[in-house]
Structures are given as C-alpha cells and as structure tokens.
C-alpha cells in the first residue's frame, strides 16, 4: 500500500466519549501533520511533526492529544470533544531539507461529534 | 504572518472552455513555494501544480498553467480544455522556502469549481 492511509474514513462520537484517528504513510517522509477542515474556512494547521518530535502545536485545545511514535505513524486522540469539533480531520506528510514537493495527504476522517 | 486570499467562493465553466481561478497572497519573505490543490469528492487533497518563487517561468502541467506575479503577489490557475473530472474544491496554498523555513503550508478558503456538460 502506498501513499498517506487515514481510519476511520468517518467516525461519530459523543461529547464523553473517547476515540483515536489514525494516520500512516508509506513514503518514506519524515515530516507529519493535522489539519482540521471545516465548512467555509482554511485548513486549519493543528501538529506538526519532524522526525517523530513535535514541533508545533498551533493553540490547539487540550482535548485533541496527538501521539507519532515513528517516522511512519500519527495518531489523534480525541476526548470530550464539543460539536463544533465536527469536520474533516486530514493528515499529511513531507520530505522536509529536499526538493519541496508539498505535501501528500490522506482521504480524511469525517468526524462528527454529537 | 503569511495569509493566502481566494477571492471567489465558486466558479463555474462550461466542458472544454477554459476558467481561472484567483490567488493572492502575502509574504515577506523572497524565497518559497506556491501551489495548487484540488479536493474532489473523494476528499484527497491532490497536488495540481507548484511555483518555486525564484523562477520566473510560469508552472505548466498539462492543461494546468498558472500565471505567477510576485511582484503583485498574485498566483492564478488556468485549467483549459475543462473536464467534467476537473470539477473539485481548488485550494491555493504557500510554503515559506530556504534553510529553516516553516514546514506549514498555509492555505485559502478554495473555490468550488463547477464543469457544466
């Protein structure tokens, strides 16, 4: 398998509930990231990982925890999360310190939090 | 902070004709990249086209060309030939470039791009 594979594709939780999106990238990059999508605004830039260490979290609420614990995989733990975290969460990753291609991204998970 | 403007929510274009869609964006930096995503329904963002800011020559991928101003900071895509499968959210998006720049790709709202048979 090749590319950026995101699980669940959609995923419905309530506000207690406790879940993780998973992220896995078969591309060899070392630079990893989330994004949020929500209707009518930008993507959201939430982590960033390089080489597994975070090296940015964008004031995001404590209630999104990420975890990389290789080069390969980034996971998001949700937990009492609100309904206006509904949207679509995309990961993406990079060869950072190359030829910038930009990033490839994976299809999402549609979370909606009820 | 770099921001990235789209200025039209939507667009339509007729099968075979051609459409632009607007970019502008703001920097202060002289050295970085800029690109082109498409986001069909399927949800993958897909890599459409890039712009090294230090070539003057504009990008070209097959029906894909852009029009890269720096000087006005402009960054407009140019789909000719439109496919109904060309119809997609398009996002514009910057990455700073150099030795320690940001690895953030930042990007605008998009447009939604109709193609009407």
């Known amino acids: 398998e090749t590319g950026v594979t995101q699980t669940p594709r959609h995923l419905v939780m309530g506000m207690t509930n406790k879940k993780s999106l998973k992220c896995e990238q078969h591309?060899?990059?070392?630079?990893m990231y989330w994004y949020k999508q929500s209707a009518k605004k930008p993507l959201e830039l939430m982590f960033v990982y390089n080489f597994k260490e975070q090296t940015e979290n964008n004031s995001v609420p404590s209630r999104f925890s990420p975890e990389c614990p290789n080069s390969s995989h980034l996971f998001l733990h949700l937990h009492t999360l609100q309904p206006e975290d509904s949207a679509l969460y995309l990961c993406?990753?990079?060869?950072?310190?190359?030829?910038?291609?930009?990033?490839?991204f994976g299809s999402g998970t549609r979370l909606t939090v009820v | 902070a770099q921001t990235v403007t789209q200025s039209q929510p939507e667009m339509s274009v007729q099968e075979a004709e051609t459409v632009t869609l607007s970019c502008t964006y703001d920097?202060?930096?002289?050295?970085?990249?800029l690109f082109w995503y498409k986001q069909p329904p399927s949800r993958q963002m897909i890599l459409v086209i890039r712009q090294e800011a230090y070539k003057q020559q504009n990008a070209t991928e097959n029906r894909f060309s852009v029009n890269f101003q720096k000087a006005a900071k402009s960054f407009s895509l140019k789909i000719s030939d439109s496919q109904l499968g060309d119809a997609a959210m398009y996002f514009c998006?910057?990455?700073?470039?150099?030795?320690?720049?940001?690895?953030?790709?930042?990007f605008g709202k998009g447009t939604k791009l109709t193609v009407n048979p």
């Open positions: 920097t202060s930096e002289s050295d970085y990249y």
């Open positions: 591309l060899g990059h070392n630079a």
């Open positions: 993406a990753s990079s060869q950072d310190g190359g030829f910038d291609y930009g990033y490839t």
């Open positions: 998006a910057y990455r700073d470039g150099g030795q320690g720049g940001s690895e953030k790709l930042v």
